[in-house]
């Protein structure tokens, strides 16, 4: 008797869907150990998944409050509007210059952007650190602010530019036709097409600057003007770790990323099924 056609679907589907069931319990089981940990009465050792028989709900209260997380709260906030809003705009139009406008020597400069992602992160930290005290920035939020828009250009403009390439020359023609000059172009047409691309480019610039850490730790010595990463540093002092407001700390920074990627989730697959299809 032949096989039924859902019965040979599911067959064909069944890798896939095993591959997705895997990938989500590698993420969600260290979730869910967190949050059984971070509900363990306060200096004991919790180990393994096993939910307590009485949630301790006011740690996350206590890692709130020793943390000094609401002041942590605003200064990351305020790097990341420093951060993202910039860099984004400046790779969207970097990556339009180099894929629209083929301007000269602009796959030079590509080149040279894409070069730099093979460099490790570390290499510029010494420099970095340098230059901002030469500039009067170190301690300051400039100080990582500035640096971090830098850095975040190189794959900024690799991402936007893998759209740009992505979209049919005609369009620019057809505007060129009807009398639209290169920023009526980009305003009028390019953008509203880069929206899915501009919106994931963003999530993405927004999940690095909020979890930097490294940077914030080495330019900026008040702890106060630091990255919710560096609340971390309050649960572990010389002597011991604070297991159970370690992990409701790190639940805690971690919840603002979770709900911005639900928010911009669907934006970001969708960009990534344009790049797969080209024109």
Do not use: C
Not at 5 to 29: C, D, E, H, N, Q
Not at 70 to 98: E, F
Not at 112 to 118: E, I
Not at 148 to 162: D, K, T
């Amino acid at each position: 008797m032949p096989t039924s056609t859902p019965v040979r679907t599911l067959r064909r589907r069944a890798p896939g869907l095993l591959l997705i069931a895997a990938a989500s319990l590698y993420s969600i089981v260290p979730l869910l150990s967190m949050m059984s940990a971070a509900l363990a009465p306060q200096g004991s050792f919790p180990s393994g998944l096993s939910w307590p028989s009485d949630p301790h709900w006011h740690n996350f209260i206590d890692a709130w409050n020793v943390a000094n997380i609401t002041t942590l709260l605003q200064s990351s906030t305020m790097i990341v509007l420093g951060v993202v809003p910039i860099a984004v705009l400046i790779s969207t139009m970097a990556a339009y210059a180099i894929a629209i406008l083929a301007i000269p020597l602009g796959r030079i400069f590509y080149t040279v952007l894409v070069l730099t992602l093979t460099l490790p992160y570390e290499i510029v930290i010494v420099p970095l650190y340098e230059q901002n005290k030469d500039m009067g920035l170190l301690g300051s939020q400039w100080a990582l602010i500035l640096p971090l828009i830098g850095l975040n250009m190189p794959f900024a403009v690799f991402w936007m530019r893998a759209h740009f390439v992505n979209v049919p020359r005609e369009l620019s023609e057809a505007a060129g036709l009807d009398g639209a000059g290169p920023w009526q172009a980009l305003r009028h047409i390019h953008l509203p097409l880069a929206r899915p691309a501009i919106a994931s480019l963003t999530l993405l610039m927004f999940l690095s600057t909020w979890n930097q850490f490294l940077l914030a730790l080495v330019l900026i010595d008040d702890p106060t003007k630091r990255t919710m990463a560096g609340a971390l540093q309050a649960f572990t002092t010389k002597y011991s770790t604070d297991q159970v407001l370690l992990n409701a700390g790190a639940l805690l920074i971690m919840a603002p990323t979770i709900i911005v990627f639900l928010f911009l989730q669907r934006h970001f697959v969708k960009a990534l099924l344009q790049g797969a299809v080209k024109g």
